[in-house]
């Protein structure tokens, strides 16, 4: 006999939000029908989000908005908090809704203990809603895992850049960016 597996929805997901389901300092997120804990963030991990997010800041100016985890909707079932989503930017700066799949142009997740959950479970549910680029930045070996290429199956292409290597979002491919810019400096 099958088991049936209940996913929850976005709606659900934000219902149990609104009753109080999840404590206040508990980091959640939606991924595939499934409530997902993410792990608390260390000093390596807010560097490199914080160096990150300048660096594409700074290159493109007001020609996308970056988003630093907070909610994007990828489709009824998941809405995940990426480290860092850059998307279209809007004049309302999305104050009626969370970005969906069709507004973003790169999702980027910072990964130290979460790289599995990170190149597996997320890269898939990303890849499903036609996300174009999605990079994680792997603090622990100082690489860059890039997934291009989705399909309902997941990515069709990664690569691996170290640390001395360059790289630019499809969406914007005057914007290179060094994988060592956006690590936390060797001591």
């Known amino acids: 006999m099958a088991v049936e597996v209940r996913l929850l929805t976005v709606e659900d997901y934000h219902r149990m939000a609104e009753a109080g389901i999840f404590h206040s300092e508990e980091r959640v997120e939606l991924l595939a029908g499934q409530v997902i804990q993410t792990a608390v963030k260390g000093t390596a991990h807010s560097v490199a989000n914080t160096r990150t997010r300048r660096s594409i800041e700074n290159r493109l100016g007001t020609r996308a908005l970056v988003r ?4 994007i909707q990828l489709d009824d079932y998941s809405e995940p908090e990426p480290d860092i989503a850059i998307v279209i930017p809007r004049s309302l700066e999305y104050t009626d809704h969370h970005p969906v799949a069709t ?17 597996g ?10 996300i174009a680029d999605y990079w994680v930045l792997d603090i622990v070996d100082r690489k860059l895992h ?12 990664e690569l691996v850049l170290g640390e001395t290597m360059d790289i630019a979002p499809l969406a ?15 001591m």
Request: aromatic content about 6%.
């Open 121 to 130: 479970m997320k890269a898939i549910a990303c890849a499903k809603s036609g």
């Open 68 to 71: 630093v985890q907070e909610p």
């Open 146 to 157: 890039v997934f291009r290429s989705p399909n309902a199956e997941g990515y069709q292409s």
């Open 172 to 186: 914007f491919p005057d914007c290179v960016i060094s994988v060592r810019e956006m690590l936390q400096p060797v």
């Open 103 to 119: 507004e973003v142009l790169l999702v980027i997740e910072i990964a130290d203990s979460s790289l599995r959950l990170d190149c």
